[in-house]
């Protein structure tokens, strides 16, 4: 993970205006992650609720996020939404390469994720295995709050200015909560 | 009702149906496959069948690749479904083809929208569709060996067009770092790729 810690903003009180030190690059990473302009590579049912994520609702538009390019060329993120066969992987491939750096992946739902439940000669088992991916967010399919905590998970590393190529770090749990599921989950349990 | 066409077909072609079948309104005629093309035309033109629309065309493997002879005689069931609009009524006409080199003629000039139909039981089934002006794969791609829904087709054999990426993918729960789900299959782990 990069280190933050170069990356300091600071506000000096002085006089009626005050100011804010800070450097360039974290100016620029706090810029770039609220001006993410997504490719939608929606190719099944997941699709569904990426627009429901995207529309007035939940609306998306609160994270900068809601500008869609349909040219990879323009755009910073790319939403892999649904089952990618393999007779698509090639053409996934490309809209990737096709993109200008840099560029960040979200592999949404279970499917693009891991293959899901499919699991035979169609379906690539999980787009990692073709580009890089920096958020999985699971679920058959996910719900808008998860999606939009997949993308506040890669906005912070945005801001982080963090170019590793890699996974960002799960949400991390309130205190407690483990426990609080875990009892309620004896709970349901029982017979 | 429908069972019309039935006995129609009976009256015509008398031992070339091997087995017709009622059940709940699905009419099933069996038939031989040197005769495919013929009964075809005769649900297509006949005015009292009048079966104009063309429903589907699809197949299956009847063998069990650990008892049978891939060989069998009666492995592929082709099968077509036509419907009559005017006469609201339905047959579904089969065949069943040897396992090996299974050939039929094709009902394009019956109805053309069999087009398709039979390029994709082609592709999944290896089924060759004689007078087909276009027998290409039509789901999965050029590169790819075999026919998948054929039964002795390995459940989980993946032929990527796309080299998959090396090295450990670093996922976090709930992934695991073999993905895909083995839904019991007793496949050993070097043999899902
Ligand atoms: S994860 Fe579920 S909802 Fe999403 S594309 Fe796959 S099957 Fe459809």
Redesign the interface.
């Known amino acids: 993970m990069a280190d933050v810690t170069h990356l300091e903003t600071r506000t000096l009180g002085g006089g009626e205006s005050g100011f804010v030190t800070t450097k360039f690059e974290a100016l620029l990473g706090w810029a770039r992650k609220y001006s993410l302009f997504q490719y939608p590579f929606a190719t099944a049912c997941c699709g569904m609720e990426f627009f429901s994520t995207a529309s007035p609702r939940y609306d998306i538009a609160r994270f900068g996020a809601e500008a869609p390019r349909f040219s990879p060329r323009q755009s910073d993120v790319l939403w892999v939404v649904g089952t990618i066969s393999?007779?698509q992987?090639?053409v996934l491939?490309r809209v990737y390469e096709q993109m200008t750096e840099p560029k960040w992946v979200i592999a949404f739902g279970t499917c693009a994720?891991?293959?899901?439940?499919?699991?035979?000669?169609?379906?690539?088992?999980?787009i990692?295995?073709?580009?890089?991916?920096d958020v999985?967010i699971?679920g058959c399919p996910p719900r808008p709050e998860a999606v939009l905590d997949g993308l506040m998970l890669l906005q912070d590393k945005i801001g982080r200015c963090d170019r590793t190529p890699?996974?960002v770090?799960?949400t991390a749990l309130p205190d407690g909560a483990e426990e609080a599921l875990e009892k309620l989950y004896q709970i349901r349990m029982k017979p | 009702m429908s069972k019309l066409i039935l006995e129609r077909l009976k009256a015509q072609f008398g031992d070339d149906i091997l087995e017709v079948s009622s059940f709940r309104g699905d009419d099933v005629a069996l038939v031989k496959p040197a005769r495919w093309v013929d009964v075809a035309r005769f649900v297509h033109d006949d005015p009292r069948c009048d079966c104009t629309y063309f429903v589907d065309l699809s197949a299956n493997d009847r063998c069990d690749p650990r008892t049978d002879d891939l060989d069998m005689d009666d492995r592929f069931e082709v099968y077509v479904i036509a419907y009559s609009v005017a006469k609201k009524h339905r047959v579904r006409i089969k065949t069943r083809l040897p396992g090996d080199e299974p050939r039929l003629a094709t009902v394009i000039p019956v109805w053309s929208g069999a087009n398709w139909m039979e390029r994709e039981v082609f592709d999944m089934f290896g089924v060759h569709f004689e007078g087909h002006p276009d027998q290409r794969r039509i789901?999965?791609?050029d590169e790819?060996k075999g026919h998948?829904l054929r039964k002795d087709?390995p459940?989980?054999?993946?032929?990527?067009?796309?080299e998959?990426?090396e090295g450990t993918?670093?996922?976090?729960?709930?992934?695991?770092q073999d993905?895909?789900?083995?839904?019991n299959?007793s496949a050993a782990p070097d043999e899902?790729n």
Request: hydrophobic fraction near 30%; aromatic fraction near 16%.
């Open positions: 393999q007779r992987a090639p491939r994720s891991c293959g899901g439940f499919y699991d035979n000669y169609a379906t690539v088992p999980g990692d295995k073709i580009i890089p991916v999985f699971p890699e996974t770090k799960n | 789901l999965t791609y790819f998948p087709y459940a989980n054999r993946a032929q990527p067009l796309v998959y990426r993918f670093n996922k976090l729960g709930p992934f695991l993905e895909g789900m083995p839904l299959r899902r």
